[in-house]
């Protein structure tokens, strides 16, 4: 179980965001953070399997490295504050729709859908929208979606493609460039708590129809 350990460690490491204070208290990260975090995805992995048998059983292969790639990035600190997971179809880095999970310092992240869209995957998933836009608006129009989640998330673009333009007098969601659900709550309620699995399960259960819908403009079969 998740316990105020969690938190405290990550609350230290914002404040000692370095590789020698990462190594004294290695120990605490294996047994107090990414251990409970583990147990975690564990106990979610049997349903998500049961809804998608593409994804992976195996919580480590869910979870994201608590190490992050600076090679790009400005902030050269070489960890993240937050330990994340993510369980799609084929592998947590798909291209498919998924299900992820994020729990840092004091908050649970909790979200669904498409993140990362290449332009020919966009193409699919805007032309399945076109052709069949009233099942998407029931889907982020439902009350267990709108209670949970509030609306559907993504970056939008300027301008589509003018096939598209007749569709887009209907829904401006198909200007979207990502289509996902995100749902943010406090971690302190959960500490030592059997009901943490089951909070996160009822959100997935709301991306659920999402996740089917977008999973639909990849079948090309």
Known sequence: M????YTAFFKELARNN??????????????EVKAPFLDLLDNLLPNLTEWDDRILPDAKKAMFRINKDVRFSKDKTPYHNILKAGFSPNGKKSILPGYYLGIDATSIHVGGGLFMLRPPELALVRNHIAKDIVALTKIVEAS?????????????SKRLDKSLLP??????????KQFYAMAEFPLEPFYNSDELGGEILNHFKAIKPLNTYLSQA????
Do not use: C, M, P
């Not at 020698?20 to 294996?30: G, I, L, S, V």
């Open 2 to 5: 998740i316990t105020s350990s």
């Open 144 to 156: 267990s979606f709108t209670q949970n989640f509030g609306r559907l998330k993504g970056e939008k």
């Open 18 to 31: 370095n590789k020698e204070w990462f190594h004294a208290n290695k120990k605490r990260y294996e047994n």
């Open 218 to 221: 990849f079948d090309l079969s």
């Open 167 to 176: 569709a887009a007098e209907k829904t401006n969601l198909i200007y979207n």
